[in-house]
């Protein structure tokens, strides 16, 4: 079992955050400390994420854009977003 979501990532941020879900994107919004360069955003990125569900997280799309599929494995969708929306600094 495994969830895919969608995630809209901001760089530079001071600190790493859920920031909530953006309904017209129809993504979660995610502030990451490090710059969008050799990769600092996405291991930064895998990393929290995978220490706030406590499971493997991969990115399945975009790689290289602001705007990511990621895919968490041995978590329910449900689990998921509710792992979110509890860490969701709105």
């Known amino acids: 079992m495994s969830c895919r979501i969608k995630i809209c990532v901001t760089t530079n941020s ?3 955050a859920i920031r ?3 309904e017209w994107r129809n993504a979660w919004l995610v502030s990451v400390k490090e710059k969008a360069e050799k990769g600092k955003a ?3 990125l895998i ?3 995978s220490r706030l569900f406590g499971k493997e997280v991969r990115i399945i799309s975009g790689k290289h854009s602001r705007e990511k599929v990621i895919e ?3 978590l329910g969708e449900n689990e ?3 792992i979110l929306n ?3 600094k709105c």
Request: charged content about 45%.
């Open 14 to 16: 001071k600190k790493f």
């Open 20 to 22: 909530g879900f953006d």
């Open 42 to 44: 996405n291991k930064e």
């Open 47 to 49: 990393s929290e994420l």
């Open 72 to 74: 968490i494995f041995d």
């Open 80 to 82: 998921v977003v509710r």
């Open 86 to 88: 509890k860490n969701a």
